[in-house]
């Protein structure tokens, strides 16, 4: 009976401390600073990649505008989106 009150209270505080951990607030305005390491999920926008397009970036729009153009009036086969 005593390892099952012991158990319990383990699982007790794990949800307890996973509830404060999810409640914490992320921004920096509540009074932390922004020294820590980068957290996923948030941002901003991604940075766009440097350099030149691609040479074959033109034939690959015209083509996939033709692509999108030819297929927009079929009637979708999957239930997927409906």
Do not use: K, T
């Not at 505080?13 to 992320?26: C, H, P, Q, T």
């Not at 505008?65 to 979708?76: D, I, K, M, P, T």
């Amino acid at each position: 009976m005593l390892f099952m009150v012991f158990v319990f209270a383990i699982g007790f505080a794990f949800v307890a401390l996973a509830l404060v951990r999810m409640s914490r607030s992320d921004g920096p305005d509540e009074g932390g600073g922004d020294d820590g390491p980068p957290r996923r999920g948030g941002g901003g926008p991604r940075p766009r990649p440097g350099g030149p397009e691609p040479l074959w970036w033109p034939q690959f729009e015209r083509d996939f505008r033709a692509y999108v153009s030819a297929h927009a009036g079929r009637e979708r086969i999957s239930g997927v989106g409906s």
